[in-house]
């Protein structure tokens, strides 16, 4: 397993970090294909929306590591908008990731910490973070990076802010 760095990495290359993630990071290669297959299918905005809500409605999600999140309304509209669409590197690719957000989750890792990105008003924010998990699609298995937003103020908790489908099989 890679370990979270004490020392931040660049705001900026949370995507490109995507690249360096290995079969090994997940568990054995067992773990890695059992937790890459997706358990729904979404081939279009409406229904990756509405599965989406039923996991919502669903309550707070926790992956392995035990970082527990909601995903509010406002988020909901922003993983399934068009741009969050064009962040992912296929469209289809990112239905089936938001088909599949609570499994992607809970097998997610954090392996790296990153600095706030300047550029962002991060007024109230403690944290952005970027948690990984492995996603098969189109014959072979692909990175999902999910963003969770960490606030200054507990009583808010932690919410899932985003989720892009990244173009590199993890190997």
């Avoid at 919502?56 to 993983?79: A, D, E, F, H, M």
């Avoid at 962040?87 to 097998?107: C, E, G, P, R, W």
């Amino acid at each position: 397993m890679i370990e979270n760095k004490a020392i931040k990495e660049p705001w900026d290359c949370s995507s490109k970090k995507a690249y360096c993630l290995k079969i090994e990071d997940f568990g054995t290669p067992d773990e890695f294909y059992k937790m890459a297959k997706p358990i729904r299918m979404a081939n279009c905005r409406n229904e990756a929306a509405e599965i989406l809500k039923e996991i919502s409605i669903q309550g707070t999600l926790s992956n392995k590591n035990g970082l527990t999140v909601t995903i509010s309304r406002s988020s909901r509209t922003k993983i399934v908008s068009s741009k969050a669409l064009n962040n992912s590197y296929s469209q289809k690719a990112h239905y089936l990731a938001v088909a599949n957000l609570d499994k992607l989750f809970m097998n997610s890792i954090e392996p790296w910490g990153f600095e706030l990105n300047p550029n962002k008003n991060n007024n109230e924010l403690k944290n952005r973070r970027y948690l990984y998990a492995p996603l098969e699609y189109d014959n072979k298995i692909i990175p999902v990076k999910i963003t969770v937003k960490e606030y200054l103020d507990t009583s808010l908790g932690k919410r899932l802010y985003s989720v892009e489908a990244i173009n590199v099989e993890i190997k």
